[in-house]
């Protein structure tokens, strides 16, 4: 199938890409990499009147740390761009980042589609939103009415749903702080496909000891969850199975033609202890 007919704009600025937004109001879309939404047109599921390509908005893809540790990552960056990073770009203490993107799609894929893109596409499935949800970090957007910092807790309100405003424009993610002792993994019935169920831990490693820790699920809610059952687990000196097994009760996965909720249940058993045992290994 083609997309229905649409205009297109090309923003030349991020004020001219606002402007637009504005104007053109919820008939018009963003696109950038075009991974997910040009696929969502050609089969007439999104069938907007307006396209406005922000592409060439080069200050929009950046990827570094700055001054207080914090990873910074333009929303036009992609896929491949962190996957192929210098450590002095993305070390250590944000490799679990690096390691995600191997888990999107394939090259090309990679190669096109961006952070930013991602994110605001809001599948609940996407290892960035995954990511974003586990690491704690934050969203900067832009509008006519100035900038704001959306934490990635608030901004996933639904599935292909978040806290944008129509005239608003994602324009950075920010990981706060390092993650030495976080990983990702998911199931998918093959590589490259959406994740059935993804799981992301970041834990709090003091010594030989785990103190404590984040435990955030995929492919389980509409939008990506934290669950703090587990978390209380990780506190309280608990094993990791253990952990595995307070994440798998405290959820009411889907049952849905990938599979059923038990079926997502013993997924979720084995990935949080798999991504636990994975983070204190790094």
């Given amino acids: ?153 608030d901004f996933f309100l639904g599935p292909y749903t978040t806290a944008l405003d129509p005239d608003e424009l994602l324009t950075e993610i920010v990981f706060p702080r390092p993650a030495p002792y976080a990983a990702l993994t998911e199931f998918a019935a093959r590589r490259g496909d959406f994740a059935i169920v993804s799981a992301a831990v970041d834990l709090d490693v003091q010594g030989a000891s785990v103190r404590g820790g984040r435990v955030a699920l995929g492919g389980v809610a509409p939008v990506p969850v934290r669950v703090p059952e587990a978390e209380e687990v990780l506190a309280g000196g608990g094993s990791f199975t253990a952990c595995a097994a307070a994440a798998a009760a405290a959820v009411e996965p889907p049952d849905d033609a990938n599979g059923s909720a038990s079926y997502r249940k013993q997924l979720i058993a084995t990935l949080v202890r798999r991504a636990c045992e994975e983070a204190v290994s790094r």
């Avoid at 297109?8 to 606002?18: K, V």
């Avoid at 919820?26 to 390509?53: C, T, W, Y």
């Avoid at 250590?92 to 930013?116: D, K, Q």
Wanted: net charge positive; with cysteine.
């Fill in 1 to 153: 199938m083609k997309p229905a007919p649409f205009r297109y704009h090309r923003a030349r600025d991020l004020a001219g890409a606002t402007r637009l937004l504005a104007e053109l109001g919820e008939d018009a879309k963003v696109i950038a990499g075009g991974q997910s939404l040009v696929a969502m047109m050609n089969f007439r599921l999104a069938r907007p009147q307006h396209l406005i390509d922000i592409a060439g908005l080069r200050e929009l893809d950046h990827l570094g740390t700055d001054a207080d540790g914090a990873l910074r990552v333009g929303a036009l960056t992609t896929h491949h761009t962190v996957e192929t990073a210098p450590p002095g770009t993305l070390g250590a203490e944000f490799e679990v980042i690096r390691a995600a993107m191997g888990w999107i799609g394939h090259l090309p894929i990679r190669t096109r589609g961006t952070a930013g893109g991602s994110v605001a596409h809001a599948d609940a499935t996407a290892e960035w939103c995954l990511l974003a949800v586990a690491l704690d970090a934050a969203f900067l957007v832009h509008g006519p009415r100035g900038r704001r910092r959306i934490a990635a807790g």
